[in-house]
């Protein structure tokens, strides 16, 4: 069955702390992996986006990686900040035919001052 | 570019009456998805267009939900009738190409509230 795990729930830090936010998925065929961040009361925004072939791929303080044999995923983020409050949600692509996105149930950061 | 755009924003209605939430793609883009989302499920695709041609709708719940895209720029999403449990944010977005293509872009969202 087609899954995507993601850990912590929540999770709350102080600013300027780093912190990093795990996905673990069980999904085939796989097609890419995607992080997006949502604030409250808005639409997802897109973070990263990373094919089978690549490992790391950064975005300002956002930095995912991935690793394909394990099917995990991290987003790791540096010197947070208040605005990093949000949920971030791993999402990953699956092709066989149509498109298949299987999301995940996010995880909901809270950056203190 | 105005980005996509919903509306209603927020629609308040009694259960078995009919809700229609709208759509505006990106100009340009050609795929559109319509998701719902809700603290237990979290964010769920419900069917995606490609070229206005509906592709995977099998995200939808039931019978009662339809989806419409006469035009490149406009989409609409149906439930009839509704129900308690419809209660959501629904979200449209649209892309140039699924796949590798980073340029999903979601609107604001409809928050629908069935009482």
């Known amino acids: 069955k087609n899954q995507v795990e993601q850990s912590p729930q929540s999770l709350i830090i102080l600013e300027g702390k780093n912190c990093t936010l795990q996905c673990n998925y069980t999904v085939s065929p796989f097609s890419n992996l995607r992080w997006y961040k949502q604030d409250t009361g808005r639409g997802p925004v897109s973070l990263t986006i990373m094919t089978f072939s690549e490992n790391t791929k950064s975005n300002g303080r956002y930095t995912a990686t991935l690793d394909a044999d394990t099917k995990q995923s991290s987003l790791h983020i540096t010197a947070s900040q208040l605005s990093d409050s949000a949920s971030y949600i791993c999402v990953v692509t699956s092709t066989s035919g149509t498109y298949k996105y299987i999301f995940g149930t996010g995880t909901r950061l809270k950056v203190l001052a | 570019d105005a980005g996509v755009i919903q509306s209603p924003r927020h629609e308040v209605t009694e259960m078995g009456q009919e809700v229609t939430l709208r759509c505006k793609p990106i100009?340009?883009?050609?795929?559109l998805f319509w998701y719902r989302q809700t603290m237990m499920r979290g964010l769920e695709l419900l069917i995606y267009?490609?070229?206005?041609?509906?592709?995977?709708d099998s995200g939808m719940p039931e019978d009662r939900f339809s989806a419409k895209m006469p035009n490149a720029s406009f989409s609409t999403l149906k439930i009839q009738p509704s129900e308690p449990r419809d209660s959501a944010v629904y979200f449209c977005a649209s892309s140039l190409a699924t796949g590798t293509s980073p340029t999903a872009a979601f609107g604001p969202g409809t928050r629908l509230t069935v009482l």
């Open positions: 267009f490609n070229n206005n041609v509906p592709i995977d």
């Open positions: 100009s340009g883009h050609d795929y």
